[in-house]
């Protein structure tokens, strides 16, 4: 006899009816990544779904979403979720995409309904915002979003993950199975470590910094802002060697490093051309503004931004729906492009030409 398959319930609380929800319950859909794109990223992991069906929300999965970080379909059954095909998914309340959705994803979305993505450099596609202007589609982006004591608590996750992902890169890079030299980052005793260069500020900066470190790297580096650089310092502690960026100084660590990793400086800055002709053959080079390396452990990002994703939908439910949310979280205003049929984000539309309205004015006059 065939065994007999049973969804798994997290706790023991009952199921909330739609009345508890103010006749709102959330419906979410949980989209996978389009083939023609290297991204590998989801927003949710089957434990996470579960708390959301144990709550009294529907989550509804596009088939085959979450192969990416090695959870079949059963394995999201098993917490509640309903598997469904990509149009299914699209038509929920709530769709959930770590990447901006192309213009036509968008208009297959219900009328009205709410988007939740990261940043990327289609977000500001014309074609793009046109899509969800036409289809009144709020969109909220989460690496703008900010946590109740100000930080951008989404892109502090991947950010983290990004630098640390760049060590685990380079280390691979320098191994004899990656095709170099054959040498630890950190040596050994009596063996000299590796030196790590990093060129720039911010968040993937200092935890690619730190992961050298952590491995026992001679670490050092570089910025053309000292504040920058000090607050690197207490950040990073002692074993951070930071220089200011000057001709004669960037040229000497640039020839004898290993390992160099560019990010964002506080002034902008270009690595000059005739300095490649400095590095040993053997360097590993990589550029953050251009490289996502948390693309190589999308489990690692699940799991870490299913336990941000948890409350803020449940917070989402708990107010009937986004329209309550945004008016009573400031932090989630800051993650708002589009809302209700306009754009209110005043960069985007300089950036594309299109006319802004404030989403204060929206809140305050509903109607």
């Known amino acids: 006899m065939a065994e007999e398959k049973h969804t798994m319930q997290l706790d023991p609380q009952p199921q909330l009816e739609e009345e508890l929800l103010g006749g709102k319950r959330l419906h979410i859909g949980l ?3 389009y083939p023609d794109t290297e991204e590998t990223r989801i927003l949710l992991t089957p434990e996470a779904c579960g708390l959301l069906t144990s709550a009294g929300m529907s989550v509804c ?22 598997i469904c095909n990509r149009k299914t998914a699209l038509e929920q309340d709530v769709v959930l995409s770590f990447a901006p959705l192309k213009p036509e994803d968008v208009l297959k979305m219900k009328e009205g309904a709410t988007l939740l993505c990261m940043m990327a450099d289609s977000l500001f596609n014309k074609g793009v915002i046109e899509a969800k202007l036409q289809n009144k589609i709020t969109l909220c982006c989460l690496s703008n979003m900010l946590s109740f004591n ?4 989404f892109a502090n996750i991947i950010d983290q993950i990004d630098g640390r992902g760049a060590i685990m890169y380079a280390q691979e890079h320098l191994s004899y199975l990656g095709g170099g030299k054959g040498v630890l ?8 470590p590796c030196e790590v260069v990093l060129v720039g500020d911010g968040r993937e900066i200092y935890a690619a910094a730190r992961a050298a470190i952590d491995q026992g790297a001679q670490v050092t580096l570089l910025n053309n802002d000292i504040s920058a650089l000090q607050t690197a ?12 960026i000057h ?14 990793i560019m990010g964002n400086t506080t002034r902008q800055f270009e690595m000059p051309r005739n300095l490649t002709m400095a590095m040993k053959e053997s360097v590993y080079y990589i550029d953050l503004r251009d490289t996502h390396p948390s693309v190589s452990v999308p489990r690692t990002v699940a799991m870490a931004v299913s336990n941000v994703m948890v409350n803020l939908l449940n917070d989402m439910a708990l107010m009937e729906g986004i329209d309550r949310m945004i008016a009573a979280t ?12 306009q754009l209110v984000d005043k960069l985007a539309a300089s950036y594309l030409g299109l006319p802004y309205v404030d989403l204060a004015v929206m809140i305050a006059h509903p109607n």
Do not use: H, W
Not at 330 to 341: A, D, F, L, R, S
């Open 31 to 33: 989209l996978g990544n």
């Open 61 to 82: 999965m596009e088939e085959g979403a979450g192969i990416d970080i090695d959870f079949p379909d059963e394995v999201y059954a098993e917490y509640g979720v309903k």
């Open 150 to 153: 100000g930080e951008p608590v």
């Open 185 to 192: 980052l950190g040596g050994v005793a009596g063996v000299n």
């Open 233 to 244: 310092q207490v950040l990073c502690g002692k074993r951070l060697t930071t220089l200011a």
């Open 247 to 260: 001709p004669k100084v960037l040229f000497n660590k640039i020839k004898s490093a290993d390992v160099i």
């Open 330 to 341: 400031e932090g989630m205003q800051n993650g708002i492009i589009t809302y209700k049929g």
